[in-house]
């Protein structure tokens, strides 16, 4: 045995100072490890700080919610959404461009409109929509402030984008010419910086983009650039001094430059300040680079960030079903979940971090942990809920529920309805800690809610529209 002190410094050499610091020095669980415990303690302490850096997670009453909605649920919070919003806006306000920077929430990545209630109220704050159907819901759940970028989409729905006023970034010169020849209100587009597949104006276009519009003398009201995920900072602010560049160029009477998203997120991290892209650094170079090179300063700025403001409100639970099963091949954690409920996880290679709660809730804590693949309730060969093992705890078994953190961001709303699993319930934990149901688990019929009883001709069929 070694003594408490050896033990510690043995931790510590695991452990990053900061974190052990962080803890101040009082008794804890992890002075309780023998020496060969030390890697995993740093594991475990990575836990315990994923719990307390996850406050509004400590304050939900899962139980509450695992007992009333059951499993598995969404599980979001409105006071860590609204604390990553006022994360951006302050860093663009102590870079001196808090009354230029708005901010545009896409709704795709999570398609709750309870989950993005807050967005109503703040200034310089709105959706980006993609959907007619999205920009109809929102307008009856009373969101007014939209940017819309469409992808490719036809005459008719460019039409029905004109109708509602809104700066939409068309992606084609076919698409601008059509609302050029039909006097639309307002015109944007949308440019492909990365001249990658998305949609977007090449960059080899933009003389023949400039030439339209002064055919039609017209000015572009806004660009936008999408700077692409998994850019380092670095590189994002090259693309920024591209952009403006361009806006310099070509466009320079624009009253907006819309950045789009791909601000990175840390899916790894367990430590907040860890997890979320370095908009100070962002917001002050941009700063420098406007100033440097003479943006006019009532130019707006646009941002749309999906990852950094939703990842970290969610967490999806689960009830664990039964002890692990270990077999030659493999050792398996069966829960009620299932990679349906988010793909995303296998289709990004995003294995997210996870906590164990026992049967009253509290986080499992053991010294010892067995890795295991965590499989979805179904017979398919690859359906298991995160693409790598996890470390399971001792003394997880089927009165266990498990968390997987960091899922408010494009895993909900990317549930697949192949393997006839249903949605899960959504549930919102309010700033004041009131716990609502926003969207009811899907029936287990949901699969077949459109399937009809009887055969029916089309002649009864009203046209498509
Ligand atoms: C146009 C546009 N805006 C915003 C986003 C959100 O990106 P992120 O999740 O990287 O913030 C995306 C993501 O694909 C996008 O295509």
């Not at 900061?18 to 060969?36: N, V």
């Not at 663009?92 to 398609?111: H, K, T, W």
């Not at 977007?200 to 806004?222: H, N, T, V």
């Not at 899922?407 to 004041?432: I, K, R, W």
């Amino acid at each position: 045995m070694i003594d408490v002190e050896q033990r510690h410094q043995t931790v510590a050499n695991v452990i990053p100072q900061r974190l052990l610091s962080a803890h101040g020095g009082s008794a804890c669980f992890i002075e309780q490890l023998c020496i060969t415990c030390a890697p995993e303690a740093a594991r475990l302490w990575g836990i315990y700080m994923t719990a307390l850096a996850h406050p509004w997670l400590r304050q939900a009453d899962l139980a509450r919610i695992a007992g009333q909605v059951g499993t598995p649920a969404f599980v979001y919070s409105e006071a860590q959404f609204r604390k990553n919003l006022g994360r951006v806006r302050d860093a663009a306000a102590a870079a001196g461009l808090g009354d230029r920077v708005e901010l545009y929430i896409p709704f795709f990545p999570n398609s709750n409109p309870h989950v993005l209630a807050p967005l109503k109220e703040m200034d310089g704050v709105g959706v980006l929509v993609q959907l007619p159907s999205e920009y109809r819901l929102l307008r009856e759940f009373g969101f007014e402030k939209f940017i819309v970028s469409p992808g490719h989409v036809s005459d008719d729905e460019i039409a029905f984008w004109d109708r509602t006023g809104n700066p939409t970034f068309l992606a084609s010169l076919d698409e601008v010419a059509y609302s050029l020849r039909t006097e639309a209100p307002t015109i944007s587009v949308r440019i492909d910086s990365l001249d990658s597949g998305k949609p977007g104006i090449k960059f080899g276009e933009l003389d023949q983009l400039a030439s339209l519009l002064e055919e039609y003398d017209r000015d572009l009201e806004g660009l936008e650039v999408y700077c692409g995920s998994g850019n380092s900072l670095e590189d994002m602010v090259g693309i920024v001094e591209q952009v403006f560049s361009i806006y310099l160029k070509y466009f320079p009477t624009a009253r907006s430059i819309n950045f789009a998203g791909g601000h990175g997120f840390d899916y790894d991290a367990w430590d907040e300040s860890e997890k979320h892209f370095d908009w100070q650094e962002y917001f002050a170079r941009i700063a420098d680079s406007a100033k440097r090179m003479n943006i006019p300063q009532d130019v707006k700025l646009l941002f749309e960030p999906a990852r950094d403001v939703l990842a970290d409100t969610g967490v999806l639970l689960l009830s664990v079903e039964r002890s692990l099963i270990t077999t030659p091949v493999s050792n398996i954690l069966v829960t009620d979940g299932c990679r349906m409920l988010m793909p995303s996880a296998q289709l990004r290679d995003r294995n997210h971090n996870v906590l164990f709660l026992d049967s009253s809730m509290q986080v499992i804590r053991s010294e010892t942990t067995t890795s295991a693949a965590v499989r979805g309730r179904t017979i398919l060969r690859n359906d298991y809920i995160l693409p790598r093992e996890v470390a399971v705890p001792d003394g997880t078994g089927a009165d266990s529920h498990m968390v997987i953190l960091d899922v408010g961001a494009y895993c909900a709303t990317q549930h697949m309805e192949f393997l006839n699993v249903p949605p899960a319930a959504e549930v919102l934990v309010a700033a004041d800690g009131v716990i609502q149901l926003i969207s009811t688990p899907g029936d287990e019929r949901d699969k077949w809610r459109n399937l009809l009883t009887e055969k029916q001709s089309l002649d009864g069929l009203s046209a498509a529209a």
